[in-house]
């Protein structure tokens, strides 16, 4: 059993800042992928990034520059740094660990940037 547990939602402006945190327990192994997917009322799901447990990332063209993704292997932990933000960043952000072939959500954080 795995689960993933986020924090670090909230309101703030545009042009602020604001961290993620998604920490994952249960059984883990490598190698593995973390990452974090937005979804926005009425729109589908989509990638913001990942990393491999190898450190390889890969961003969403829409927050190249502006977020970085990071982690901690020995506590199982993905950050989203996430600066410049922009109102049509308001989504509900989810934490995704991919186990081939299953993965694992977590419950979302919602995250608002106000104009």
């Known amino acids: 059993q795995v689960r993933l547990v986020e924090s670090g939602g909230g309101l703030v402006q545009a042009g602020g800042s604001l961290r993620l945190s998604c920490a994952a327990s249960?059984?883990?192994?490598?190698?593995?992928?973390m990452g974090w997917y937005r979804q926005a009322p009425g729109k589908q799901r989509e990638l913001v990034a990942s990393?491999?447990?190898?450190?390889?990332?890969n961003y969403a063209n829409s927050v190249k520059g502006r977020f970085t993704i990071s982690r901690d292997n020995a506590k199982n932990t993905v950050y989203l740094q996430m600066n410049s933000l922009k109102p049509e960043d308001t989504a509900v952000y989810y934490c995704?660990?991919?186990?081939?072939?299953?993965?694992?959500w977590g419950q979302g954080t919602q995250v608002t940037v106000s104009s």
């Open positions: 995704k660990l991919s186990l081939v072939p299953l993965g694992y």
């Open positions: 990393i491999s447990s190898g450190g390889v990332t």
């Open positions: 249960g059984s883990i192994f490598s190698p593995n992928t």
